[in-house]
């Protein structure tokens, strides 16, 4: 195989269907674009799950009465219920803390906020804070192990409320694979199309390499490469895109979250990981069309 | 060189056969006309060693290779033994009368050096040595068929098929042609024409097989056209 002559026939047939060939790479790069997004949208639920997953803890909330008498569990209720809780193998860890803490901490989290003003320490519930061994078994079993216990007036797992956003990001990404995937139906007829168009306009050169004996890989090789190309130009434009579109729209977006330490950022290091499996998928899906097309509806 | 056996081909649009039960023998280094009216199977019997079509009965073969029991990923070995030209042409307008050689030899992978040097002694051979820069648009239709000559015979094929090369071409250009053609037979390639050319094939006075409704009506080693025609 002459590597001059098929560069030299690439080259031919990306000039002499230009509208086409920008159709097609335009076409994958949107297609291609929201895939990343979507990966995106993936990698930042799997950093998040991983951010909270050593931070959530299952709060058991103390009935009123204990919490004001009991100020750093010392009284039979909250150390049973805490010896409960210790006891189990799915536990880590326990911490009491006691309306004033929890009064502090409210404080800090709301200030300069008029909720802070409201709030009295009587009003905040003393909590034993469960770190758990097993996240998943064990909210359970500090679920059923506490609640309609006395001295307990509710249980609150931080997941619940985590959830609602992974629930969120888990939307992002369906929407954005869902998009995806009605863009890749137009971009594989596309390639298949330009592909047919691109033989169609060689014919004459393909019937010459037919009579005269060219392999078959020396009359179809520069069809699929350039689809191929036109793939990975699409692919290129895509992640040169998500990188834009990161600094200019998501970072915004995102800003008051992250730096409050909700979600994790979504980093350049991030694109540059989604880049290359972009690439692979444009190559690829290319590849397999163009050849399918070649194969079936093109005969060379 | 050439040997078709009881080769009869059939179409699915027709009832009748294009090749009624054909055997042919061509030896290395023969000059055959392939004549007879339109319809009378030509085209078919040179599509058939092409491997362009296989029989629906019967056996062929080129050049060693059993032509239709060929697989696909060999076709293009048995081609690369058999040049072709046609009545139009089939010149690519886009390169110059070089160019076009050189891809002919170029897409069967030959290396830019053997291009280099096969380019211009083949040119030389066909009389256009002096037109290798121009395009097809700027030449007669008498020196087109020489470009087309010159990329069949490019690679020294063992046969060369033609059809018809002279249908269009006037009778001074075509006796050059022929000429052509004689030369190339002379250093041992076997030529096979397909012509409704009377005047040539009377001139020539070399074997003649002629073909009606499918079946060979006659084989004659120093033939004409046809007698009373």
């Known amino acids: ?300 | 060189m050439i040997r078709l056996e009881r080769v009869t081909k059939l179409y699915k649009t027709s009832t009748r056969p294009a090749l009624d039960r054909v055997s042919v023998a061509v030896d290395k280094g023969e000059f055959v006309f392939l004549i007879g009216p339109s319809g009378s199977g030509k085209s078919t019997f040179l599509r058939l060693l092409l491997r362009e079509d296989v029989p629906t009965r019967g056996t062929v073969h080129v050049a060693d290779l059993n032509v239709a029991k060929l697989p696909r990923r060999r076709v293009p070995r048995l081609r690369q033994r058999i040049g072709c030209v046609f009545q139009d042409f089939r010149l690519l307008p886009n390169k110059t009368v070089s160019g076009n050689v050189a891809f002919a030899l170029e897409v069967i992978g030959k290396s830019p050096a053997t291009v280099g040097r096969i380019v211009p002694e083949v040119l030389e051979l066909v009389g256009l040595a002096g037109k290798a820069d121009r395009f097809p648009r700027e030449l007669s239709g008498g020196e087109q068929q020489r470009v087309a000559i010159a990329r069949a015979f490019a690679n020294r094929p063992l046969v060369l098929l033609a059809d018809e090369p002279t249908g269009n071409l006037d009778p001074d250009t075509s006796q050059d042609i022929m000429l052509l053609l004689e030369r190339i037979n002379r250093t041992g390639t076997t030529i096979v024409m397909a012509t409704h050319d009377h005047s040539i094939v009377d001139s020539m006075r070399r074997r003649v097989v002629e073909l009606d409704l499918g079946k060979v009506v006659r084989d004659e080693s120093r033939g004409v056209y046809g007698v009373g025609r």
Request: proline residues 3%; glycine residues 8%.
């Open chain 1, 1 to 300: 195989m002459r590597s001059g002559f098929v560069v030299r026939e690439v080259l031919t047939g990306l000039r002499r269907n230009v509208t086409m060939t920008v159709a097609m790479v335009l076409t994958t790069a949107i297609s291609l674009g929201l895939v990343g997004t979507g990966l995106l949208a993936v990698r930042t639920i799997d950093r998040t799950e991983e951010l909270y997953s050593d931070r959530v803890e299952v709060q058991v909330a103390l009935t009123a009465d204990v919490s004001a008498a009991d100020t750093d569990c010392s009284q039979p209720i909250c150390t049973g219920l805490r010896a409960t809780l210790t006891g189990s193998p799915l536990v880590e860890s326990v911490r009491f803390e006691s309306q004033q803490q929890a009064y502090v901490r409210y404080k800090e989290l709301f200030a300069g906020q008029s909720l802070a003003e409201v709030v009295r320490p009587q009003s905040l519930p003393a909590t034993l804070r469960v770190k758990l061994a097993d996240p998943e078994a064990g909210a359970q079993a500090v679920r059923q192990a506490m609640t309609d216990q006395v001295g307990v007036r509710n249980v609150i797992d931080q997941r619940d409320v985590v959830a609602k956003l992974f629930d969120f990001l888990g939307g992002v990404r369906n929407v954005m694979f869902a998009l995806a995937l009605v863009q890749a139906v137009a971009a594989l007829l596309l390639i298949s199309n330009t592909v047919q168009v691109s033989a169609f306009t060689r014919r004459t050169e393909v019937g010459v390499m037919r009579l005269v004996g060219a392999t078959r890989w020396y009359t179809q090789l520069p069809f699929l490469i350039e689809a191929v190309v036109t793939g990975m130009i699409g692919a290129l434009i895509a992640s040169v895109g998500l990188l834009v579109g990161k600094f200019l729209f998501i970072d915004q977006l995102l800003s008051g979250i992250v730096s409050n330490g909700v979600v994790p950022p979504i980093e350049v290091a991030d694109v540059v990981w989604v880049s290359p499996i972009l690439m692979m998928i444009g190559a690829g899906i290319a590849a397999v069309t163009g050849y399918g097309t070649l194969r079936f509806y093109v005969r060379l």
